[in-house]
């Protein structure tokens, strides 16, 4: 079975640097999609990035980008200029790519706190 | 932009009473889900659907729950006889085929609160 580890539970930054969410999975299967979602406290889960497995390069939207490490298993989230409004939870997700309806597989989420 | 709605936002009920909570997905989505969220800890899956049929279910969608696509729009899960552990936030997602990395987009979840 698949799992994702976050082993984070808390993180927090000052406004305006950057900051490097961790997670691990472990997975047999080759081809398969990651993704990172924020929750803030309305606890609506919004997508931020996603990463295809077969795709070399990091996924990057905005200040937002990925170090994902294949054969290491790991894929990391870099917030750039956080602000204020970043502050979530955030969940990191596994979802093999076999078929259309495939779940998603959540870590334990870590909480990141802006600091002004 | 389409958005899933989820409906009530909050249910509080009585324990051993029947809940059904309701979802619109997106219109031209094809698959759907329900995920929980017990407070404080991470989203778990519990079923999947497409094509009026359960796809996947997990251990813990027991026969207490159901699911059920009653017409074009709505995506409904019942509980038939709620217990004081079905206390959660539960979150509807859809995705669609065209998306080659079937993105799930999820509801804005209804907390579910039992006495």
């Known amino acids: 079975a698949q799992t994702v580890t976050q082993s984070q539970p808390e993180m927090s930054v000052q406004e305006a640097e950057t900051v490097t969410l961790s997670c691990t999975y472990d997975?047999?299967?080759?081809?398969?999609?990651l993704f990172w979602y924020k929750q803030p406290p309305s606890r609506q889960m919004i997508l931020v990035i996603r990463?295809?497995?077969?795709?070399?390069q990091n996924a990057t939207e905005n200040r937002f980008s990925v170090n994902f490490q294949k054969a290491a298993k790991s894929f990391s989230l870099k917030i750039s200029d956080s602000q204020l409004g970043d502050a979530a939870m955030y969940f990191c997700?596994?979802?093999?790519?076999?078929?259309?309806?495939?779940?998603?597989?959540f870590g334990t989420g870590t909480r990141l706190t802006i600091i002004p | 932009e389409p958005e899933v709605t989820q409906t009530p936002s909050h249910q509080v009920t009585q324990m051993g009473q029947e809940v059904i909570l309701r979802c619109v997905p997106i219109s031209n989505h094809l698959y759907f889900y329900w995920y929980r969220q017990i407070l404080g800890q991470k989203v778990e899956f519990l079923v999947s659907f497409y094509n009026n049929e359960i796809s996947e279910k997990s251990e813990i969608f027991d026969d207490q729950f159901s699911v059920e696509r009653p017409d074009g729009s709505n995506f409904t899960l019942k509980i038939r006889s709620t217990k004081l552990e079905d206390s959660a936030m539960y979150f509807c997602a859809s995705s669609e085929p065209a998306d080659l990395a079937y993105e799930q987009y999820f509801g804005p979840g209804t907390r579910l609160t039992v006495t």
């Open positions: 990463q295809e497995a077969y795709k070399q």
């Open positions: 997975t047999s299967e080759s081809d398969y999609y």
């Open positions: 997700a596994y979802r093999r790519a076999n078929f259309g309806n495939e779940k998603l597989t």
